[in-house]
């Protein structure tokens, strides 16, 4: 496709339930991002992927969240036992190469996630 | 750790204003800096990306400038539309490939 693509775009989870929400990166592009945004506030960093490999998963705020990238395209954001905190948007995006680089980064609409 | 603030947090002007746009971080260390553009309900388009060893990019009717000395950047829209109506973010690069973000900058354009 043309741009980032994510998936669902809306989600309504109970707390304690489990979700999983997906990326499409644009094809080809190396680096791969996860940012939470909070109502209000800018994107925070979760992790990174240079192509199948996790590089940084500093920002993952616990060990409920958990991302993947087998095959160094599609990624995968998982949130185990999910609680009320844990409702923001989730945005994927790509760059070609490293963002260090220079390179633009691509944003997807989100995920919006809202546990109840 | 660091820290970017933009002020003001939000701003409504009428149609065919020039407005400035404020960015400020607290370490001067980074490898660039970005502007990027959020519609309501949407993800974020960047606008506009200034390396560290740049002073400023333009684009059509944005302008943006970078001080690293003293931690700022400026957005400059001239002669705005209602179509600019968004919230504008920037983000600096610190390196390690992870983007900080400042909270926003609401714009409303009246016309």
């Known amino acids: 496709g043309a741009g980032v693509s994510q998936s669902p775009r809306y989600k309504v989870a109970k707390r304690g339930q489990d979700v999983a929400l997906r990326c499409d990166p644009i094809s080809g592009h190396v680096s791969l991002f996860w940012y939470q945004q909070a109502l209000g506030q800018g994107p925070e960093f979760l992790t990174y992927f240079q192509n199948e490999a996790q590089l940084d998963k500093s920002g993952l705020p616990s060990d409920r969240f958990f991302a993947e990238r087998p095959e160094g395209s599609v990624s995968t954001l998982k949130i185990q036992r999910t609680q009320q905190e844990d409702s923001a948007v989730y945005l994927c995006?790509?760059?070609?190469?490293?963002?260090?680089?220079?390179?633009?980064?691509?944003f997807g609409e989100g995920s919006w996630l809202t546990v109840v | 750790k660091q820290e970017v603030t933009q002020i003001p947090a939000a701003l409504s002007v009428p149609e065919g204003e020039n407005l400035v746009l404020n960015c400020s971080f607290t370490d001067s260390a980074i490898y660039n800096l970005q502007w990027f553009r959020q519609d309501p309900g949407k993800g974020l388009t960047s606008l506009l990306l200034i390396q560290s060893s740049q002073r400023e990019q333009t684009s059509g009717r944005l302008n943006a400038s970078l001080d690293k000395s003293s931690g700022r950047s400026t957005l400059y829209i001239a002669a705005s539309q209602p179509g600019d109506s968004a919230t504008y973010l920037c983000?600096?690069?610190?390196?390690?490939?992870?983007?900080?973000f400042g909270q926003g900058t609401r714009l409303t354009i009246n016309p």
């Open positions: 995006a790509s760059s070609e190469w490293t963002a260090s680089s220079g390179n633009t980064i691509y």
């Open positions: 983000a600096v690069n610190k390196g390690a490939q992870k983007l900080v």
